[in-house]
């Protein structure tokens, strides 16, 4: 009984690596970001160019805001509570 637990034992653990080798992704180039590669050439000669990813705010709204300002703040606006 001992030689059929150990090949029942093996079978699994060759089943387990089987079925986990077998459903791992494989390598797939489409997905892969090369944005930087057309900063890099653009900034090829002169890398002291001042791009940065940053975005100009919204103006606060125009009309008055309803509700009584708090000491507390969101984002860079002050906040409200309603009344």
């Known amino acids: ?25 494989t390598f797939v180039s489409e997905f892969v970001d090369n944005s930087n590669a057309k900063r890099t050439a653009e900034t090829s000669s002169s890398s002291y160019a001042q791009q940065t990813n940053h975005m100009i705010p919204t103006p606060p709204p125009l009309e008055t805001v309803p509700g009584l300002e708090t000491p507390f703040r969101v984002n860079q606006w002050n906040s409200f509570q309603p009344v």
């Open 1 to 25: 009984m001992k030689g059929i637990e150990y090949a029942l034992v093996i079978a699994g653990i060759l089943a387990v690596w089987y079925l986990t080798t077998k459903t791992q992704d």
